[in-house]
Each structure stands twice: as structure tokens, then as C-alpha cells.
């Protein structure tokens, strides 16, 4: 069984342009969360996906940040115009369907992460 | 809202055991206790989850208080590639807007020396 899988591993990009962050899930698990990580720092939450629905994006960033997760195929976390301060590493988990309220209590399974660097 | 609060760093030697503790005053009745570890480069990966007393499975125990305000992550006879940084996260209590509540943290830097 595959684990959740990113790519890019590494993306450059200059100010900007426009990056996008695939990940796709473990086979079985329906729930997507984003999460952006800086040099020395934790992770912080981004967005929280369902197929064909956002469920929490309270994490992002109200402008130039979009995700998605569509019905078939991988999630989307698109950056629109880069700048420096989008350098960062962006991590995608994913967990199988909920059997609680409470989010934060699934496992969640990484990917390997995309390096994004703006020049 | 749990807020978790963990040292920031901690020093070991092969073969010692290692207990890394997280406050969590203000957890919520029905919240769960989660570690992951993250090496360099990677993915954090999960290592244990409880929600009261004890959890042991094969890489780790957690020990978790009645009052539940903290947890003890031990890892037993640690080895160099133990060093990494550990995170504890605490379940958040409701599912509109609680996403920042999987914020995880700076975590704990363990470095095991040989």
C-alpha cells in the first residue's frame, strides 16, 4: 500500500509565477489536510479537505492560497504570484474517513513534503 | 483550546530511555493525545495515541495522567536514529474552524549522542 505521495519534491519559482503541490493520498483515505513548515518551526495547519469539498480552510492565507481535492485525482494546493515569504516546506496528510467529530484524533499519514523556494 | 507546551530541545545517549513530556491544561473531555516524530527532510510520522492511563505498542509508551493536563512520551534504549524532533498533539474539540488546532508546534529536538 502506497503512502501518501507529493510532487513536486523540491519546486522553484520566482516571484510571481505561479506554484502548484500535488499530493495524492493513501488508497482508502478520503480526508486531505495542507500544511506549511518553516526552518525550525512546527506545522502549521493550512486546509482540511473531503473529496469535492473543503471542510476547514481557517488555516490559510485568504489571498493567492486555493486548494482543492476533486472527485479523481490529487489534491491541489495552488500559490498564485509567489513571493519570498511562500519559502517553505509544504507537508500533505492524509487519514481515513472520520469515525469521530473531532479532527485532530484520526491518524494522520505524511507525504515526503514539496520544497517550494521563491527567488 | 489545548495548547500544548513541550521543551524545546532534550539531549540523550544510546541505550538510555527518554520521557518527553507535553502540558496540555486545557484539554477537552473527549480529546485524544497524539506523537508523531519528524527526521530532517521528511514527513512527521505518527508513533502513539491515547486518551488516558497507558498505551504501550512496539516503539513507544504513553503515559497519561487521571487529570489528563499532560502526557510522557517514553522511548525505551533510544539509538541514534532516535534523534529527531517529537511532536504532541491534543484533538481538537469541535470540527467548525478547528484547524488551527492541528498546529503542531515547535516539538521536542531530541539528539541522541553515542
Known amino acids: 500500500n502506497a503512502g501518501v505521495m507529493q510532487n513536486p519534491r523540491h519546486l522553484v519559482r520566482r516571484r510571481g509565477q505561479e506554484a502548484r503541490l500535488r499530493c495524492s493520498p493513501m488508497?482508502?483515505?478520503?480526508?486531505v489536510y495542507w500544511y506549511r513548515q518553516l526552518p525550525e518551526e512546527g506545522l502549521k495547519f493550512m486546509v482540511y479537505?473531503?473529496?469535492?469539498?473543503?471542510?476547514?480552510e481557517s488555516g490559510m492565507p485568504k489571498e493567492r492560497f486555493s486548494a482543492e481535492f476533486p472527485k479523481e485525482g490529487p489534491s491541489i494546493l495552488r500559490i498564485q504570484q509567489v513571493v519570498r515569504g511562500d519559502s517553505a516546506a509544504y507537508f500533505c496528510?492524509?487519514?481515513?474517513?472520520?469515525?469521530?467529530?473531532?479532527?485532530?484524533?484520526?491518524?494522520?499519514?505524511f507525504g515526503p513534503g514539496t520544497r517550494l523556494l521563491v527567488l | 483550546l489545548a495548547k500544548t507546551t513541550q521543551p524545546i530541545s532534550m539531549d540523550s545517549y544510546e541505550g538510555q530511555e527518554v520521557n518527553i513530556t507535553c502540558s496540555h491544561n486545557?484539554?477537552?473531555?473527549?480529546?485524544?493525545i497524539t506523537w508523531y516524530q519528524q527526521f530532517p527532510s521528511q514527513g512527521p510520522r505518527f508513533i502513539i495515541q491515547g486518551y488516558k492511563t497507558k498505551v504501550t505498542n512496539e516503539v513507544a509508551s504513553l503515559f497519561i495522567p487521571a487529570d489528563r493536563k499532560s502526557s510522557t512520551l517514553s522511548l525505551p534504549r533510544v539509538s541514534l536514529s532516535d534523534t529527531a524532533v517529537y511532536y504532541c498533539?491534543?484533538?481538537?474539540?469541535?470540527?467548525?474552524?478547528?484547524?488551527?488546532?492541528?498546529?503542531f508546534g515547535g516539538g521536542t529536538r531530541l539528539m541522541v549522542k553515542p
Open positions: 486545557n484539554i477537552a473531555t473527549n480529546d485524544y
Open positions: 488508497k482508502g483515505h478520503s480526508h
Open positions: 498533539l491534543v484533538g481538537a474539540p469541535a470540527l467548525k474552524n478547528a484547524g488551527n488546532m492541528l498546529t
Open positions: 496528510a492524509s487519514s481515513p474517513p472520520r469515525t469521530s467529530g473531532r479532527i485532530g484524533q484520526e491518524t494522520q499519514y
Open positions: 479537505l473531503q473529496k469535492e469539498n473543503i471542510i476547514d
